[in-house]
Nanobody
Framework: QVQLVESGGGLVQAGGSLRLSCVAS????????MRWYRQAPGKQRELVAT???????NYADSVKGRFTISRDNAKNTVYLQMNSLKPEDTAVYYC???????WGQGTQVTVSS
């Protein structure tokens, strides 16, 4: 059974930092690229960051230079370090494994101005 469990969200002031985690089970974690998405109220879900099986990373222009995606294959975990947060980063953040259709429940990030 595939399960993705995100955590680490919360309320933070603009300029602050958060570190999100996503623990995956039921998948061959090391065999998947992993992605972080976010969905703000009234908006479509958007891709934020990707890390390939080999560790290469890619970011949406809106977060480049502020967010860092990383992975620990031994722990089946992908992380998203978010620095210099802005109110427009407020959203529910989700992780996803490339080869699976499953989504986790997400973790809420709220950035106050």
């Amino acid at each position: 059974q595939v399960q993705l469990v995100e955590s680490g969200g919360g309320l933070v002031q603009a300029g602050g930092s958060l570190r999100l985690s996503c623990v995956a089970s039921g998948i061959i974690f090391s065999g998947n690229a992993m992605r972080w998405y976010r969905q703000a109220p009234g908006k479509q879900r958007e891709l934020v960051a990707t890390i390939t099986r080999g560790g290469s990373t890619n970011y949406a222009d809106s977060v480049k230079g502020r967010f860092t995606i990383s992975r620990d294959n031994a722990k089946n975990t992908v992380y998203l370090q978010m620095n210099s947060l802005k109110p427009e980063d407020t959203a529910v953040y989700y992780c996803k494994a490339d080869l699976y259709i499953n989504w986790g429940q997400g973790t809420q990030v709220t950035v106050s101005s």
